[in-house]
């Protein structure tokens, strides 16, 4: 409960007036939505039951602040999500469900143990998938500044699954983000890609697997899932490896990453498959290396999170039999505060590196902006934030 009030206290502070929330400006916005709802179709019979008495959840901001892909480190994450029990759990279900993952695959193209490997880190097989009232975060998302307008496009369509008999108001329920289902559909997704998977003339992507999966499955192939690529690979780098090419942004064929002498992290050489990646350090310099291929940024469609992709390609081998990484894991690591990270933003801006607005999230600009600051510091440019960085910046402008 301490932290909990810490954490608000710590939000309100440097979100100032987003949390500020009156409650008779939240009803002018809703209002206003209702206008626009109605404009688009939802009945006022669905308006009322889902709209009436709702209010904002401030718990929702909180988390939204404060998702474990923005404040964990790779290992921290990969090891509390890639785990031995959800592994073998893993196995037994892809043996389970091979004839019917099969059946997808031949109709979507999408391998079996990438479907298990969402299935696991969306909900744990199915065991979590949410208890959060979805028109109610949803609602608080869409009223809130930071992504007002997506969340108010998913908030319509919530309400079009209601309008248009895919799912009582009662089930309605899901993650904090307002994602549902086996496998986590936002509503946007539901609309657009679910799919009858048993023929019973229903989208049920709660209770019946070959709706979840098949669901799935679809949406991947709509995004470009190449049926017959891995998502990427575990790699070693050579020494004196120019780190500026460890970037989503740099792709290349796999026999220029030969020429460049990356290997597979046992030591042979890369495939001479037709094949392009990108190289990715998620822990820095210091940690493992991977060469990501397209469905690894298919994944990130999904999730447009580093370490969700990796977590995704990395169990589905695991799942399928594929071995451990081969990277040591750090003794002594430890993520960056966000607090830490926001008076890292600052003391880049302040030397003249702009990682954008500061907001306690190392996203792709930050990463640039500390990437830029190494190469003049003469240090490795993994764009990786560390304690010793900050403490680093924190000389150089005199704190």
Avoid at 165 to 177: E, F, N, P, Q, R
Avoid at 216 to 245: C, H, M, Q, T
Avoid at 321 to 342: F, I, M, S, T, Y
């Amino acid at each position: 409960m301490r932290f909990r009030s810490f954490a608000l206290c710590f939000l309100a502070a440097v979100l100032g007036p987003q949390l500020a929330w009156a409650q008779g400006d939240f009803a002018a916005w809703l209002e206003d939505f209702k206008g626009e709802a109605t404009a688009a179709g939802i009945s006022p019979a669905t308006l009322a039951s889902a709209l009436d008495g709702v209010a904002p959840l401030e718990e929702i901001i909180e988390l939204d602040r404060r998702q474990p892909e923005f404040t964990q480190t790779f290992w921290g994450y990969v090891d509390g999500r890639v785990t031995p029990q959800r592994v073998e759990r893993g196995r037994k279900l892809l043996a389970k469900y091979r004839p019917l993952l099969k059946k997808i695959k031949a109709r979507y193209g999408v391998q079996p143990g990438f479907l298990v490997a969402f299935w696991g880190l969306e909900t744990n097989f199915g065991d979590f998938m949410g208890k959060t009232p979805v028109i109610a975060s949803l609602a608080t998302l869409a009223y809130d500044r930071r992504r007002s307008d997506f969340f108010r496009s998913q908030l319509l369509d919530a309400l079009r699954m209601v309008d248009g008999g895919h799912s009582k108001l009662a089930d309605m329920k899901g993650s904090w983000a307002g994602a549902m289902g086996q496998l986590q559909f936002m509503p946007n997704t539901f609309i657009r890609y679910a799919v009858d998977g048993d023929g019973d003339g229903r989208r049920d992507i709660w209770r019946s697997y070959p709706d979840a999966f098949a669901s799935a499955a679809n949406y991947l192939k709509s995004i470009g899932w190449r049926p017959r690529e891995r998502w990427g690979r575990e790699v070693r780098l050579p020494k004196g490896f120019d780190l500026s090419l460890a970037d989503l942004a740099v792709e290349k064929p796999l026999s220029e990453w030969r020429k460049l002498g990356v290997r597979r992290a046992n030591g042979r050489k890369l495939p001479r498959a037709r094949m392009s990646g990108s190289i990715v350090l998620p822990g820095g310099a210091g940690g493992p290396a991977f060469l990501v291929y397209r469905n690894f940024r298919n994944i990130m469609v999904w999730n447009r999170s580093l370490l969700y992709a990796l977590a995704v390609g990395y169990l589905s081998d695991r799942v399928i039999g594929l071995g451990q990484l081969r990277a040591k894991r750090p003794a002594n690591e430890r993520p960056l505060r966000r607090e830490e990270v926001e008076e890292l933003q600052v003391l880049l801006t302040a030397l003249g590196f702009d990682p954008g607005e500061p907001d306690g999230i190392v996203g792709s600009r930050t990463r640039a902006a500390l990437r830029t600051y190494q190469q003049h510091a003469n240090l490795p440019a993994d764009g990786y934030p560390t304690i010793g960085l900050l403490k680093g910046l924190r000389q150089k402008s005199g704190n």
